[in-house]
């Protein structure tokens, strides 16, 4: 992770939600497998036979994923507790890998005179979002905690039926809990009034420590560094002979990156996208496809760092 709090990386994220008087709360959903219960039980067979039998807590996959239904169901109870406090800007982030109908449906149905210090920030960009709040709300065990934590923001936890598959015994002593929708503000203004949290310090820093290890922005450029030196060490490797299989997948990979496709494109999911956009029932494929990097991304991420790392006059 860069530092992203710091410069220069923070000038990535300058275009910050406009502010109110109110204080920003952000709050992130983390349901990322209750789709699978709308879903034929092999979609979800076949998304956890990679971990079932090497991850003990993945063991009970089917039970989670009707637990995170459930808990996606009851989400909306907290957010309407902030809602009915009438003294937040309330930005609600849902999980890319989630439904956003879900989200649609819920928000469609506030009434007009309440939604406007409500904000469905389902394509907002996280770290903008995290940069910009005074404080963030998270479902159990989600990395979104961390990185609030790396940009100094005070956290609140909500938690539902902690199943170990998304509940975290470490994490949850590291920042104030709520499984009550009514008692939500409260914590938020406890929250707000000690945005430094410091009987939480100690521990966060050991953490972040131990998963983040230096969160100073030279992650990536330690990681390509390891990794030119392993090349350089390395014996000089015989010819490889491309197969005509290998021929063929450097061929689709030129022509996807040439009509800015990403290189797990289907035609058919390039004509549903066009015609339909996010509209409609989504496979896992097809949800996949539509989270794929595309080239254009790529180009614009690279100038993006190329403008952060021109030294400033």
């Known amino acids: 992770e860069m530092c992203i709090r710091d410069p220069p990386w923070s000038k990535l994220y300058q275009n910050l939600p406009p502010r109110s008087n109110r204080p920003m709360v952000l709050v992130n959903s983390n349901f990322s497998i209750a789709h699978?219960?709308?879903?034929?039980?092999?979609?979800?067979?076949?998304?956890?036979?990679?971990?079932?039998?090497?991850?003990?807590?993945?063991?009970?996959?089917?039970?989670?994923?009707?637990v995170h239904r459930a808990a996606q169901k009851k989400f909306p109870d907290f957010i309407d507790a902030l809602i009915k406090a009438d003294k937040y800007e309330i930005f609600v982030?849902?999980?890319?890998?989630?439904?956003?109908?879900?989200?649609l449906d819920w928000y469609d149905k506030i009434p007009?005179?309440?939604?406007?210090?409500?904000?469905?920030?389902?394509?907002?960009?996280?770290?903008?979002?995290?940069?910009?709040?005074?404080?963030?709300?998270?479902?159990?065990?989600?990395?979104?905690?961390?990185?609030?934590?790396?940009?100094?923001?005070?956290?609140?936890?909500?938690?539902?039926?902690?199943?170990?598959?998304?509940?975290?015994?470490?994490?949850?002593?590291?920042q104030p809990e709520c499984d009550t929708p009514e008692n939500l503000p409260s914590?938020?203004?406890q929250?707000?009034?000690?945005?430094?949290?410091?009987?939480?310090?100690a521990g966060r820093e050991a953490h972040l420590k131990k998963w983040i290890y230096k969160p100073d922005g030279r992650s990536a450029e330690r990681a390509a560094e390891t990794i030119l030196q392993a090349i350089e060490d390395r014996p000089k490797?015989?010819?490889?002979?491309?197969?005509?299989?290998?021929?063929?997948?450097?061929l689709k990979l030129r022509f996807l990156?040439?009509?800015?496709?990403p290189y797990n494109a289907r035609l058919k999911h390039i004509i549903k996208r066009l015609l339909f956009g996010e509209k409609g029932?989504?496979?896992?494929?097809?949800?996949?496809?539509?989270?794929?990097?595309?080239?254009?991304?790529?180009?614009?991420?690279?100038?993006?760092?190329?403008?952060?790392?021109?030294?400033?006059?």
Not at 192 to 199: A, G, I, T, V, Y
Not at 292 to 312: C, N
Request: aromatic residues 8%; proline residues 6%.
């Open 237 to 250: 490797p015989k010819r490889i002979r491309l197969s005509l299989a290998n021929r063929r997948r450097g």
């Open 36 to 66: 699978f219960d709308d879903l034929p039980a092999k979609d979800g067979d076949d998304f956890f036979a990679p971990f079932v039998d090497k991850i003990p807590i993945y063991a009970d996959y089917r039970n989670a994923i009707k």
């Open 112 to 174: 007009a005179d309440e939604k406007t210090h409500v904000h469905l920030a389902s394509k907002s960009n996280i770290t903008q979002l995290i940069l910009a709040c005074d404080l963030e709300i998270s479902c159990e065990n989600c990395t979104t905690t961390l990185e609030a934590w790396m940009a100094n923001k005070p956290t609140v936890g909500l938690t539902f039926a902690k199943h170990t598959m998304f509940y975290n015994q470490e994490i949850c002593c590291m």
């Open 187 to 189: 914590l938020v203004d």
């Open 281 to 313: 029932n989504q496979t896992i494929r097809y949800r996949n496809y539509m989270k794929a990097i595309r080239p254009s991304e790529v180009t614009e991420a690279r100038h993006r760092i190329k403008d952060v790392e021109q030294p400033s006059d």
């Open 257 to 261: 990156s040439a009509i800015n496709e």
């Open 191 to 201: 929250a707000l009034k000690n945005p430094e949290q410091n009987e939480y310090r």
């Open 93 to 103: 982030r849902p999980h890319p890998r989630e439904d956003p109908r879900h989200y």
